[in-house]
């Protein structure tokens, strides 16, 4: 006979101006998993923009130190990296603030893209070494596991969904991770929305629109 775990359930953990904050225990860790839904006061193709280069805003992807692309497919012409290509294989290292550097191997791909015919977009990311694993001097993160949903919600905003459940590895208490984690989830999608609501800004300009 099977064992089957049950699923723990999403708990409330706080409100913020984009939406709420849900966490859900794990049954083998003291790390949770987090998600967080609601709305941008943005349209989708804006966040779509944002989240494909988040990687060079240090609001969205903070104490980055270093970030090498292994392996790409799906690509357009001339492209190497998002957002130009469907799904990449990528090594980062992170270097955080009384922290040991934490760096990994992960794959993140582009699932649902269909912003421009007014549907929705879903960028997923895993750990995964299939075309290189993380090089000796950091503590590799044993889990780091989730993903962006947009979809429109009119003209000028869009609905979202984040989940992110990561296990940065070494002896850092789960505690802290946790609390880490939790202040930190809010302040990521307020830079998404900033970033996006300027590059609709900056469209609108551009066409002339008022």
Same mark, same amino acid.
């Given at each position: 006979m099977r064992l089957v775990l049950?699923?723990?359930?999403?708990?409330?953990?706080?409100?913020?101006?984009?939406?709420?904050?849900?966490?859900?225990?794990?049954?083998?860790?003291?790390?949770?998993? +987090?998600? *967080? &839904? %609601?709305?941008?006061?943005?349209?989708?193709?804006?966040?779509?923009?944002?989240?494909?280069r988040g990687f060079e805003n240090e609001r969205i992807s903070p104490y980055?130190?270093?970030?090498?692309? +292994?392996? *790409? &497919? %799906?690509?357009?012409?001339?492209?190497?990296?998002?957002?130009?290509?469907?799904?990449?294989w990528v090594y980062e290292r992170y270097e955080p603030p009384l922290m040991s550097p934490r760096d990994y191997a992960f794959r993140m791909e582009v699932a649902v893209d269909d912003v421009d015919d007014g549907g929705d977009f879903e960028l997923r990311w895993t750990l995964d070494e299939k075309h290189g694993a993380p090089p000796e001097g950091a503590i590799h993160m044993k889990r780091n596991t989730g993903g962006w949903e947009v979809s429109p919600a009119g003209a000028a905003e869009s609905r979202f969904t984040y989940r992110i459940d990561a296990d940065p590895g070494?002896?850092?208490?789960?505690?802290?991770?946790?609390?880490?984690?939790?202040?930190?989830?809010?302040?990521?999608?307020?830079?998404?929305?900033?970033?996006?609501?300027?590059?609709?800004?900056?469209?609108?300009?551009?066409?002339?629109?008022p």
């Amino acid at each position: 006979m099977r064992l089957v775990l049950a699923v723990a359930a999403w708990t409330l953990v706080s409100t913020f101006p984009q939406g709420k904050l849900f966490r859900q225990e794990r049954p083998d860790s003291d790390l949770v998993a +987090l998600r *967080a &839904e %609601g709305k941008f006061q943005a349209p989708a193709w804006a966040v779509r923009q944002v989240l494909l280069r988040g990687f060079e805003n240090e609001r969205i992807s903070p104490y980055l130190a270093s970030r090498k692309v +292994l392996h *790409a &497919e %799906g690509c357009q012409e001339g492209a190497k990296d998002l957002p130009g290509c469907r799904k990449v294989w990528v090594y980062e290292r992170y270097e955080p603030p009384l922290m040991s550097p934490r760096d990994y191997a992960f794959r993140m791909e582009v699932a649902v893209d269909d912003v421009d015919d007014g549907g929705d977009f879903e960028l997923r990311w895993t750990l995964d070494e299939k075309h290189g694993a993380p090089p000796e001097g950091a503590i590799h993160m044993k889990r780091n596991t989730g993903g962006w949903e947009v979809s429109p919600a009119g003209a000028a905003e869009s609905r979202f969904t984040y989940r992110i459940d990561a296990d940065p590895g070494g002896s850092v208490a789960g505690w802290i991770v946790n609390m880490a984690n939790k202040s930190q989830v809010p302040s990521v999608i307020a830079a998404v929305e900033e970033d996006a609501k300027k590059l609709a800004l900056t469209r609108t300009r551009s066409e002339g629109r008022p």
